[in-house]
Every structure is written in C-alpha cells, then in structure tokens.
C-alpha cells in the first residue's frame, strides 16, 4: 500500500534546484549560476555513464534494483497484445526500459529520453545486447523541456533522474504536458530516511564512505560527492508530493522503500 507519512523533515531538502531571487542553483551543496548548474551536472554523468550500475550499487548497498522491480511492478504495464507506451526520462543506461520490456507485452513500448549522450550510448548497446531494438528508442532531450506532442504517452518514469534538473517544476509540467489522460506518473528517487539509527547510518556511509569507493573504483570522488549532496538537497517526501500537485496530477502518494532512504511518487493526469 502506499503510504503517506507525516514525519517531520530531519534532512537538508530545500525543494527545488534553482534560487529565483539570485538567479543560482544548488549544486550539491555549494551555490553556482543557474546557467551553469546543468553543464555541471552533464559532466558528472558523462564521467560515470560507463559505472552507472556500480554507482547506483554504492549509493545504495544493491538496493535499487529491489527498488526499480517495486517501480515495475507499480507500473503495470500490459502482459497482453494491449499496445503502451512509456516515456522514461533520464533512463539513458536503459536499466528501467529493459526490466519494463521483459515484464510487459510485445505492444508495449518505450521512448527512453535523456540529456547525456553518454548515457544512451550505454543505454544503446544494453537494448541491443537484449534485442529488443525495435520495442525500445532512445532521444535525446531535456526533461524541462520534452521533444514529444503532448497527450502522447501512457506513462512516465523516471528513476534517480529528478534530483538533477534545475527547474523541478518545469520538469513535472512536461511530465504532465506529454502524458494521455488517464496516464500515469512514476518516479523513483533517493529521500529522506525515517528510521532511528539508520538515519545516521546512512549518513556515514554516504558521506564518508561512498566518495571514498568512488575514488577508489572510479578515480572520481568528486562526482559521487556530488550525488550524495544532491541527494541531501531534494525536497522531502511531502513537499515533493506537493510540486507533483502542483504540476496538475491527481491521486497523488508516495511508498517509501527501506525506510524512506528511497521513494516512489505516483500521480495520474486525469
């Protein structure tokens, strides 16, 4: 079931990325310019496009591929020759297109969208290896600013990617912009966690442990920094729930996974 829970904000989520009244964005957790923030965040995943895996595997002990099969599973896509189609934003690598794929029908399709060419590339050559080019295409775009007519999917799902637009808002506008009515939103992202003493477990490993394993694995702690920074700054589950109202959808609720370390929120453009 999902639920909603009304505990207080222990992390250091301030809402969205980007401060109108100077013009800056959060950038982990210095300010830069907010003509700057998305060439910065571009560079972080064109260095770890290649290790995205074993990036989503220190960030979260292996846990995000229980979590994306909850997100599969939520979904519930078609298993019959109904025809569907996803729209998976910063999906590049094509973690969450191919588990969509093997778990739905031969109609259902997906558009995987995202900034880094990087990341598609590795996303190509995984769709390939699975064979199921002709299910799955990749485009390159910006999630503030889709390159899709609108009403024209019946899901959207991102995964880890919200954290890392500047303008969260314009992000969930286009979400709702390109969805059909009835269509569903999805998204998977680190929160806040909720539970006594792993709360601070957590925080050691992220911090002291995590850019430490990305040195040694990637030479680059600096990028993994970065991410669990970012983490940090992302608005909390309620007022995450709040911009995705706000965006227009319906039914709007979130489930927290292992303690509220991660979350899916879900809405509807009814």
Known sequence: ????????????????????????????????????????????????????????????????????RE???MLNAPRGATPFKLLDVAGGTGDISIRYANDSGPNAT???????PEMLEVGRRRIADAGLQNRIQCVEGNAEELPFESSSFDAYTIAFGIRNVTHIDRALAEAYR?????GRFLCLEFSECRVPVLDRLYDFHSFEIIPRLGQLTAGDAESYRYLVESIRRFPTQEKFAELVRNAGFSRVSYRNLT???????????I
């Not at 910065?40 to 292996?62: C, E, H, Q, T």
């Not at 390109?178 to 009835?182: A, D, F, I, S």
């Not at 303690?259 to 453009?269: E, N, R, V």
Request: net charge positive; proline share 3%; charged share 15%.
């Open 1 to 68: 079931m999902d639920q909603n829970s009304q505990t207080t904000s222990q992390n250091t989520g301030q809402g969205p990325a980007h401060n109108a009244s100077d013009n800056t964005a959060s950038f982990g957790f210095r300010a830069v310019p907010e003509t700057e923030r998305q060439g910065l965040v571009n560079k972080v995943f064109a260095s770890v496009a290649g290790r995205y895996d074993l990036m989503n595997d220190l960030m979260s002990g292996g846990l995000h591929r229980l979590w994306k």
């Open 71 to 73: 997100l599969i599973t």
């Open 110 to 116: 997906a558009v995987i969208c995202d900034i880094s």
């Open 178 to 182: 390109v969805l059909k009515p009835g």
């Open 259 to 269: 303690g509220g370390i991660a979350a899916i929120h879900g809405g509807w453009k």
